[in-house]
């Protein structure tokens, strides 16, 4: 039983550059979120998606975009990378009332 | 004001020591609450859940919940070098997708 994979685990881009993070969950979760964590700041959520079908913003979704493509699949995507967007990235997913289950993260730096 | 406060101070206990974390919370209609634990380069992963005030245990591991106060605890007892870590607390109520997130306490237990 995987849980919640990312891909990728790392990546580095150029500033201006685009990427897409992937996420997927074989829990048969109905709600998936996108956090960013930084030293200091703790987690703060980008997006979340409460079921298949509908997406919401969270506290910093400035430069972010969503898709949620299936009950499994959450993406992520960065349409023109910033240095602010240097950060860990994590994907979680949840059932009802139950705790969240995360994903090992993605390191992204922008250069 | 964020809903979940944690002092982010770190905290270096020697092993075999009691660690003692706490959170304070502002949304008297939370009624779950939750400890996370994230070891470093790692997502982090749900160590406890209690539901409404009370105790809760399990193993080396007690999670308090004083609704009262607002006030919610976990105490690690007989600490050993692998609960060096960072702990995170929070909470979240029926009806919404998202759970509240303290910032996190880094405990680092010296051998």
């Known amino acids: 039983n995987a849980g919640v994979t990312q891909t990728p685990k790392f990546q580095v881009l150029k500033t201006g550059q685009s990427m897409t993070l992937q996420c997927a969950q074989d829990m048969n979760h109905n709600s998936m979120y996108w956090y960013r964590q930084d030293p200091g700041m703790g987690l703060r959520l980008i997006y979340y998606?409460?079921?298949?079908?509908?997406?919401d913003k969270g506290e910093v979704p400035n430069g972010y975009n969503v898709s949620r493509l299936n009950k499994r699949e959450f993406s992520l995507r960065l349409e023109s990378a910033a240095p602010s967007q240097t950060s860990v990235y994590f994907c979680?997913?949840?059932?009802?009332?139950?705790?969240?289950?995360f994903g090992s993260g993605t390191r992204l730096t922008v250069v | 004001q964020k809903e979940v406060e944690q002092d982010p101070g770190p905290l270096s206990v020697p092993e075999g020591a009691i660690v003692s974390l706490n959170c304070t919370y502002s949304n008297s209609a939370f009624q779950y609450f939750m400890w996370y634990r994230q070891y470093s380069r790692k997502g982090p992963e749900l160590l406890m859940y209690?539901?409404?005030?009370g105790n809760k245990e399990d193993g080396r591991f007690t999670a308090q919940v004083d609704k009262s106060s607002k006030y919610i605890s976990l105490f690690i007892r007989d600490s050993q070098p692998s609960d060096s870590a960072t702990y995170l607390c929070?909470?979240?109520?029926?009806?919404?997708?998202?759970?509240?997130f303290g910032k996190g306490n880094q405990v680092v237990v010296i051998p």
């Open positions: 209690t539901y409404s005030s």
């Open positions: 998606s409460a079921s298949e079908g509908t997406t």
């Open positions: 929070a909470s979240g109520r029926s009806g919404n997708n998202r759970l509240a």
């Open positions: 979680a997913s949840r059932r009802t009332a139950d705790g969240y289950t």
